[in-house]
């Protein structure tokens, strides 16, 4: 899933700019397991140096631990195998050329969580034609790029065979608005991301599947309709 971030996000070190870095670090929630992870973000290049070193510094400060901790932010993969297919995917986006900024590597936790199924937060630098870009690794890795205007990142962001999540983020609630309307996804969240309301509507375009859950449209899946066709004239339809 595509997270864009446009030039108008770093006009200001604010608590929307904040947000905006944490809405970049959503790739970590859950140890990224989620379909709709925001596995690939987009940052447009006027802004790209001082948004990725304050992206890769909340990274950085992602603690793991105990899920069971308070402090904790992200716990360990769900399985062993998880855990390999996550460090493969790593040396997969390594040999393809794609720059490690942080992580890339399993985590070493020390005491009870030692050799537990742990991977540092990591973050790529690359491009879009990557395996690590189009396939869905399901753990805390996320691949970035640039674009250069509107155009490019619409282009970008919907070269993909899915289409379940995205994240837009800027100022200019037009920007905004033509993003939304323009990315082919199911469910596109505007300056905000991971966020699950069960009025809210969820499922995929292209490779990500046909349907919806939650909202009033999936009670229709639990309804047996009928229709009852009643003539009320008293005369023949005429065909015969």
Not at 92 to 105: P, Q, R
Not at 143 to 166: E, H
Request: hydrophobic share 35%.
């Amino acid at each position: 899933s595509p997270n864009i971030f446009f030039e108008d996000v770093a006009s200001s070190s604010d608590d929307f700019y904040d947000k905006a870095l944490e809405g970049f670090t959503m790739f970590a929630l859950n140890q990224g397991e989620v379909c709709t992870c925001p596995s690939r973000a987009l940052i447009q290049s006027s802004i790209y140096d001082r948004f990725i070193g304050d992206a890769l510094e909340r990274t950085k400060a992602v603690k793991q631990g105990n899920p069971l901790d308070t402090e904790t932010m992200i716990g360990a993969q769900a399985s062993n195998d998880q855990l390999e297919k996550i460090l493969s995917y790593i040396e997969i986006g390594k040999d393809e050329g794609a720059k490690v900024l942080t992580g890339g590597t399993r985590a070493e936790l020390d005491g009870d969580l030692s050799g537990g199924y742990y991977v540092t937060p990591t973050v790529f630098e690359g491009h879009n034609q990557m395996r690590i870009f189009q396939e869905e690794i399901f753990g805390p890795v996320v691949s970035v790029t640039t674009f250069d205007d509107f155009d490019d990142a619409m282009k970008i962001a919907n070269d993909t065979l899915y289409g379940l999540g995205a994240g837009v983020w800027s100022r200019d609630g037009g920007v905004a608005y033509r993003a939304g309307r323009t990315i082919q996804a199911g469910r596109v969240w505007t300056n905000c991301y991971h966020q699950y309301p069960a009025a809210a509507a969820f499922g995929g375009y292209k490779g990500s599947g046909v349907g919806r859950e939650n909202h009033r449209m999936m009670l229709d899946h639990y309804q047996q309709t009928k229709n009852l066709l009643v003539s009320y004239a008293p005369t023949k339809l005429g065909f015969f």
